[in-house]
């Protein structure tokens, strides 16, 4: 019998490295989800042009009658943890009064845990936009100036390659020519090959028809909106707004989510705003053609090319002249340096023109571009990849103007289809209600599995709050996964699965042991052949959570993140878990027959 037990023994025993693994992952995600537990306090971020002390901040809030908490110094930054949620609008707009006018003021949230725990590298869990309150945009990418700027291209191509034709653009962003002669329509043709091949000819009598693929037409708009889509994140993250969603939606609409924004004017206008800068030779020649722009109230006539547009800008900071005026300190990258020196080299003594462009909509909802000219300045030396332009109206203009140019300027004009305030309160509501629901779902399932399977069911509901905090700690702990409010629905039915993996290994012991086993063999077979069925049924779910994932937005992508990784924790806690407690406790005994 002594080798028998032997035998049995080492089957139902992990070995010593796999209960050290279980363990640093227990404690590990633990201490992971704490924060989350915590909470996190509202707080107000100051970046100081010339740094104030804390204290003299602390003072002033309360002469307001806003309660402070704790006040962070760093540097040039300063953080002020509130008391409560509903103080910190009153803070900011005291603040703004107090402040300098080139401060930065940015609304965020402290975490509430020790600070032992936080510099450990543990932060509380993402919280989407219905859970903490926020700003959601729904937008609308225009491609009619995109699709018109691709015909022009075309059109100006044709008119100066093919001598003598006459072509005109269509409504409908196609070309169509005029007569041709034979040697002018193989021109047109061959040109079309060469330089466009993403464009089509087809022959309407003697005239042709010049229009673009409906496969290329798809490809620009896909790389209009990805750009536009990297724009925005670059946007979103000057204005110092953390934890936001910029997502694709259907065609060419783009989704943005704003969690703890409350007052969406500041961003609507950075986030909506499509502008350019452009860099002119003013037309000094009145024999050549050109284009008017406003400055000033008066036209001035310019080169109807640009020497070079806002593109090459890599980066864009407002400062002040010495004069004390507001003026953008602008850094070219290395071609759009070539070209201002090629310009400048020798135009020194010329003038040249700062032309901004801003598109907004019109009464009938069509996308109009305004441009006038910001500066109008003699060239006084030869310049380079770094130069200033002035003509700002006041600093915080000069601010916002540098920040779009930053961000980088949208390829196509935007429109706000959409928008969508959720309050905190109603955040906080749906959190209460979410987690009670959580509660009784689970107090329901332990107590359950308690009555049902006795002994073995105090190992089932360690391991499903194991299974809770696993999951809580993996949340917080992977970059970019947030909890949303179907995200808490996918953790009420995870419980549910947590429990069907515990439930179908159970129920395998209790048929082994009916059939005479003993018990330490019915753990082992038990084990052994629901596993297969748990890895299928786990399998299945996960490809349905993955198609869920890539094809949803919004909530669907919280609903399937948090079931996606519920299956991975269920796993990690109901075999794993459960076989390491069951081994230790029951697994050794190889000649006791029990009923379960």
Not at 1 to 24: E, Q
Not at 220 to 228: A, D, E, I, K, P
Not at 444 to 470: D, E, K
């Amino acid at each position: 019998m002594k080798p028998h037990s032997r035998a049995t023994a080492v089957i139902n025993r992990y070995p010593a490295w796999k209960y050290v693994v279980l363990l640093v992952t227990l404690v590990v995600m633990t201490l992971s989800a704490l924060p989350s537990w915590y909470g996190e306090d509202a707080a107000i971020n100051i970046h100081w042009t010339q740094p104030k002390d804390a204290q003299s901040t602390q003072r002033y809030l309360e002469s307001e009658g806003i309660a402070v908490k704790a006040i962070n110094q760093d540097g040039d930054e300063t953080q002020i943890v509130l008391a409560d949620s509903s103080s910190q609008f009153a803070a900011q707009a005291a603040l703004k009064k107090w402040v300098g006018p080139d401060d930065n003021l940015a609304l965020s949230q402290h975490a509430a845990a020790p600070q032992w725990l936080l510099n450990m590298g543990f932060a509380p869990m993402s919280l989407g936009l219905d859970l903490r309150g926020g700003v959601q945009f729904l937008l609308d990418v225009d491609m009619d100036p995109v699709m018109a700027a691709q015909q022009q291209g075309v059109l100006q191509s044709l008119r100066s390659t093919v001598r003598g034709v006459r072509a005109q653009a269509e409504m409908d962003h196609s070309i169509r020519t005029g007569v041709l002669t034979e040697q002018q329509r193989d021109q047109v043709i061959e040109l079309v090959k060469q330089q466009y091949p993403g464009w089509q000819v087809r022959s309407d009598g003697d005239l042709l028809n010049l229009s673009m693929k409906p496969e290329e037409a798809e490809e620009l708009t896909r790389l209009t909106v990805v750009q536009n889509l990297q724009i925005l994140r670059s946007r979103i993250e000057e204005l110092g707004i953390t934890e936001a969603v910029v997502q694709r939606q259907g065609t060419n609409r783009i989704r943005i989510e704003l969690p703890g924004v409350q007052d969406p004017v500041a961003a609507k206008k950075v986030i909506g705003a499509t502008t350019s800068l452009a860099f002119y030779e003013v037309n000094q020649d009145n024999t050549v053609p050109g284009k008017m722009i406003p400055f000033e109230g008066r036209p001035v006539s310019v080169k109807r090319m640009p020497i070079l547009t806002g593109d090459h800008i890599i980066d864009a900071r407002a400062g002040l002249d010495q004069m004390s005026q507001p003026q953008v300190n602008i850094t070219l990258d290395a071609a759009g340096g070539r070209m201002m020196s090629d310009f400048t080299r020798n135009k020194i003594g010329y003038p040249m023109a700062t032309a901004f462009s801003e598109y907004r909509q019109d009464d009938q909802g069509r996308s109009v571009v305004d441009t006038r000219l910001i500066s109008v300045a003699t060239i006084q030396a030869h310049l380079g990849s770094r130069f200033v332009i002035t003509g700002s109206a006041s600093m915080e203009e000069a601010q916002q103007l540098a920040l779009l140019l930053r961000a980088g300027s949208l390829t196509a004009p935007i429109i706000i289809v959409e928008e969508r305030t959720i309050g905190p309160t109603l955040g906080a509501e749906n959190i209460e209600n979410g987690f009670k629901a959580l509660a009784v779902g689970l107090g329901a399932t332990l107590l359950f599995m308690a009555l049902w399977y006795r002994r073995l069911g105090w190992v089932a509901n360690v391991a499903l709050v194991a299974n809770l905090v696993t999951l809580f700690g993996l949340i917080a702990l992977l970059p970019g996964a947030v909890l949303t409010l179907p995200g808490i629905a996918g953790l009420v039915l995870t419980v549910g699965m947590a429990v069907d993996t515990n439930v179908l290994i159970f129920e395998r012991i209790r048929d082994m042991v009916r059939q005479g086993h003993s018990l330490a063999r019915a753990i082992h077979l038990g084990f052994d052949r629901a596993l297969t069925t748990i890895w299928d049924a786990n399998l299945t779910t996960m490809i349905t959570a993955l198609v869920l994932y890539s094809i949803g937005n919004g909530p669907i992508q919280g609903f399937a993140l948090t079931l996606g990784l519920g299956l991975m924790t269920s796993l990690f806690t109901g075999v794993f878990l459960s076989r390491a407690l069951i081994n230790l406790v029951w697994g050794q005994d190889s000649r006791r027959k029990v009923t379960i």
